[in-house]
């Protein structure tokens, strides 16, 4: 079973950064797919960007060039930095991870981005 623990969520102003971090409580981080995902009031879930254990990336069209999400499997943790905020990105984020191998995935309690002047 895989715990995961976001933190770095807070209140900016438009055109600011943030930097959201994901810890894993999980054996062989490797073999799993870590994801973004976020979800603003009245809207579906949707993925932000995600990274595999050799990082390779994709990203939601909506956050590319503005959002990098990187990960440090020596301490199992994954990194969302988002710059150039919008009002627009204000949600709540997600972290995910998906086993590469095995029908199982869990998800972390949410971390709170607000874009507001």
């Known amino acids: 079973q895989v715990q995961l623990v976001e933190s770095g969520g807070g209140l900016v102003q438009p055109g600011g950064s943030l930097r959201l971090s994901c810890a894993a409580s999980?054996?062989?981080?490797?073999?799993?797919?870590m994801g973004w995902y976020r979800q603003a009031p009245g809207k579906e879930r949707e993925l932000v960007a995600a990274i595999t254990h050799s990082g390779r990336t994709n990203y939601a069209d909506s956050v590319k060039d503005r959002f990098t999400i990187s990960r440090d499997n020596a301490k199992n943790t994954v990194y969302l930095q988002m710059n150039h905020l919008e009002p627009e990105d204000t949600a709540v984020y997600y972290c995910n991870a998906r086993n590469t191998y095995l029908p199982y995935e869990s998800w972390g309690q949410g971390t709170q981005v607000t874009v507001s002047s």
């Open positions: 999980v054996t062989r981080f490797t073999t799993y797919v």
